[in-house]
Structures are given as structure tokens and as C-alpha cells.
């Protein structure tokens, strides 16, 4: 094939797609490199699926160069994901600006436009960290101008900022500390060099780099990073960014005059901010450990966040420590990163259409079955370590046989999220506000599929605010508590609205001093889900536990398959 001198329409917009598929093909390996901010596992799938909303906008915009770039700027704009693809969508709408209003496209004004990225990434940073995607993309970025200034071609500037980029991220280490610990190179600086890989296939024909079947971090490396944190930094408040619990992203409608402003006050409730957008529509994204505030400060000031995402980091470093921690000894590139594949849904065609349908989140398969066999017309995947998204959510909800609709979230981090559907269809939905499966399955016995979803919504809630709950995970961090200081690899039992109540060495031991917290003598009921790493001897134990403590307590136990929580606990 010819080499290409100008980086024109159909150029840029083969880069996009070839660089979509190698993201895709290079996933894993980036997965098990992320360790900054929290070692999450997450920066090459939200990378892939920020590019998946690029190419679908290219798609429905096929045309000139003006509508190539729109389409980038727009698509990245609407579907970042996470930290690294918030930024990564700033770098892609300052590239296609600057290639946008010029008349060619050749080495110097694409070396230029790399660097107006590197300055959009920079801007959309409420405190820049050296060391990440952002050193990379700028050292690459001065290679390339430096290079374009002396003449070289367009495949040859590219190679020259590679090769600077390459450079860049083999020293990140070296400037953020818990790389070095870790014993990798930051993953979305990794995840940016793919671009340029793609660029130098579309416009000279070099071949596509191979994934290289990373390990990762080994446990030891791992654990080590979780205990004292990823983070270096801290928000105005004095608290570290590892332990900042909460990843809220929206989209926000507002004011440009006001942007500052709501920068400010984001940065007084949390860290790893990121704002990109433009003309009153911004992607926003930071951690916090105060969900609430970080959603308010925007509407004080005149704005309108939607498409609200909320995630529990610190469940999905659980997550990610387990996946790592099974993938000892498992074959080279077994890693297929499912934590963040898309959340799916499926419906049960065999029940019949029903005035008011309920849509359903389940974390394990047994779960998604219970609910069906209760009347659970729509299962979306997902949960503590996979909030779906609202358009996951809507998508379930069209698809229901019933004009009027019931969502049981079943995460407190899921209930901002559904509240958001009413608004997108033309029908009725309500949201019963369950934060567990527990409460799901009592709201179930008041569901009828007859009555309306006003009716159901108010007699569903009533009857899951009925339940107290309580569940047992695994702790991945030393920590402090109102109930006492927690070890790594502690059994912790919680309890909703009152945290930690119990910790223990031993899950049933756990168990049994969280049941003290939650049985009372007017009890009747108590449900046991079992999670995918229950064992059945433990489970015996809780049952006669509980029957020897409160005879007149009957038990129920029912196959949940939830990871991270052996047992999930309810009682009537």
C-alpha cells in the first residue's frame, strides 16, 4: 500500500477503527497493568469501550472531514468510561479539533494537533499527575513537533513520537512511585501508544502490535499496593485517593461560566477529577467517598447531571485482587477481564404480558433464576462489582411486554442510576430503592403483575423496608472501624446504615456475631443467599447457629452464586 502524506477523512477515520480493535485485542494486558488510581483491573476495558462509542458515532456519520471529527468529538464526549476514558476522549477532541479546521494534514499539522490533545488532557485534569497517560501523551507529543519542524514526513514524525511515547512510558515508574512498587508501566499511558501503532498501520502499513499475555502485578505486589493505597495524592480535605470509595460519572448540562466554580467545589469532596466537554455539556468523573455531594454541587449551581454512573471502588479491587489471585498458575492469557465486559440482560419469554413487569439486577446466576421463578420478567447483569449503565437499564425495560414497569436495583450504587429511566421512555417506571438481594426478594411477595406500577412500587417498598439485611465479604485492606481495627483477609460482616458490625478470622464466626446484630426476638424469617464461595460445612454452621440461638427463627437458604459475598443475609 502507498504511504499516505495526509491524514485526511478516511484516514483518520481507519486509525479510530483499527485502534477500537487493537484496544479491544490488547484489553487484558492493560487490565492487569492498572493499578493507578486504585488497582481496579479496568483501564483497558473503559479505554475499548470509549472507542466502541467513537466508531458507532462514525458509523451513523459516515462523510467529510468535518463530520469525521464531529462524530469523534461527539462519541467520545457521550461514551467515556472511567478515568482513563474521559481523558482519552479529551485527547481525541483535541486532536480532531485541530485537524477539524485545517485545510491540510500532513506531518506538521498533525504533530500539532497531538500536541493541542496533550493540552486538552492536561486542561481537563483538576490536578495533573506526572507519570500517567497525560506525561506520555505530552513527551510524545513534543517528539512529534519537534520532528515535523525538521521536515520529516508524516510516517516518520509518527515514529519519532513513539518512539519518544515508548520512552515515556518505560520511565513512568520512576515518577509515580506505586508503579514502581507494582512492577508496571502505567496502563493508560500503554493504552494511548496503541494509537500511535494504529496510525503508523493506516498510513504506512506497519504491522499491529501482538497483546503480550501479561501477568500483572504478583500478589505479593498487589496486596502491598491495596494496603497503603495507589494514590499519592489527597484532596483539599487531607484524605488519600486510595481511600476514596465511590467513582461518580455523569454527563452535565451547565453554564460554561459556571465550570469553575463546580471544579471548585468538586475538588473539596474528592480527587481524580476529570471534566471534559465544551458549549454547556461536559463528561465528568470523580472519586469520592460522598456520593450525594459530589451529585448536589453541579445543581447548586444551575446544572443538570443525567446519565448518573456510580461505582464501589473499592469492590472492585476486591474483585480484581480474587481474579488475580485465581489466575496464579492458570494458563498464559487465561484473563478474558468479564469484570468489565458490557452488562447484559435477558428476559423470561415464557411469562405471560402483565400490566406492570419487573426488571430485576442479579449478581449470580442463581439469583437471576430466583428471580425469575418469582415473576422477574427482565435480569440485568450486574451489581456490587458491575453497575450497569442507565442506557442498560432502559434497554431491559423497552424490551418488557408490559407499558408499566418496576426496578428492583438491588445497590444502593444502582439506585441513582435507574431513577434516571422514567425520564427516557414513554413509559411508566418506577424504582423500588432495594440495596440488596434479600431485600429484593421480600419486595417480590407484595409484587402483583396485575395492579399498577404506582400500586407495586409503594407496596414492594414497603414490604423491603420491612427486611434488615446483612452480608459477609472479605476484607482487602487494613483498615479502622467503629467496630474495631480490620486486617487483610479479615471475614467483615455489614450491615446497611450501620457499616462494619462484626469481624472476625473465620466467615462463620463472622457470621454468627453478625446475626446477634440483626435477630431480634419478633423475627420470623431468616434468608440465607449463598455466594460462589460458600462452603457447605460453613453454611451448616450458620443454620444450627441460628437454630440453637432462635428456635423460633425458620431458615431459608437459597443458591445465590454472587461473587466477592459468601452470604447474604435477611430477616422478617
Known sequence: MPVLEQLGSDALRHTLMTYRDTLKRHQADLNKLNVYPVPDGDTGTNMARTLDAVVAELDKHPGALDETCNAISHGSLMGARGNSGVILSQILRGLSATL????????????????????????????PIEGTILTVVREAADAAVRAAGDGATLAAMLRVAR????????????LLPVLKEAGVVDAGGAGFLLFLDSALHVVDGEPLPEPE???????????????RGAGDGGNSAGVDVSQLRYEVMFLLE??????????????????????VGGDGLYNCHIHTNDIGAAIEAPISLGGRPHQIRVT???????????????????????????????????????????????????????????????????????????????????DAVEHMNAQQVVILPNNKNIIAVAQQVDGLTKKDVRVVPTCSMPEALAALVAYDPEASAEHNGGSMAK?????????????????????????????????RGDGVVAIAASVLECASALLKHIVTDDRELLTIIVGADAQPHVTDGIVAW???HFPALSCEIHRGGQPLYPYLFGVE
Not at 479546521?101 to 492536561?122: D, N, Q, T
Not at 478474558?336 to 449478581?363: E, I, N, Q, R, Y
Not at 449470580?364 to 450486574?382: R, S
Open 213 to 227: 499475555n501479561l501477568t500483572g502485578p504478583n500478589t505479593e505486589q498487589l496486596v502491598a499496593v491495596m494496603k
Open 312 to 394: 464501589d471502588l473499592f469492590e472492585e479491587v476486591a474483585e480484581e485482587h480474587q481474579k488475580r489471585e485465581a489466575q496464579i498458575g492458570a494458563p498464559t492469557g487465561s484473563d478474558t477481564a468479564a469484570h468489565g465486559g458490557k452488562p447484559s440482560f435477558k428476559t423470561h419469554a415464557a411469562l405471560p404480558a402483565v400490566t406492570c413487569a419487573v426488571v430485576a439486577v442479579a449478581s449470580g446466576d442463581g439469583i437471576a433464576e430466583l428471580f425469575g421463578n418469582l415473576g422477574v420478567h427482565g435480569v440485568v447483569t450486574g451489581g456490587q462489582t458491575l453497575n450497569p449503565s442507565t442506557q442498560e437499564l432502559l
Open 100 to 127: 477539524q479546521a485545517a485545510r491540510v494534514h500532513g506531518a506538521p499539522k498533525v504533530a500539532e494537533a497531538l500536541k493541542a490533545a496533550s493540552v486538552a488532557a492536561y486542561d481537563s485534569v483538576l490536578k
Open 163 to 174: 518512539a519518544a511515547g515508548r520512552e515515556s512510558l518505560a520511565n513512568t515508574p520512576e
Open 546 to 548: 441460628a437454630n440453637e
Open 254 to 275: 451547565i453554564d460554561d461560566t459556571k465550570l469553575r466554580a463546580f471544579k471548585h467545589k468538586w475538588g473539596e469532596v474528592g480527587d481524580s477529577i476529570v471534566v
Open 463 to 495: 414490604a423491603a423496608a420491612a427486611v434488615v439485611t446483612g452480608e459477609i465479604t472479605t476484607a482487602v485492606r487494613d483498615t479502622k472501624t467503629d467496630a474495631g481495627d480490620v486486617k487483610i483477609g479479615d471475614a467483615i460482616g455489614l450491615v
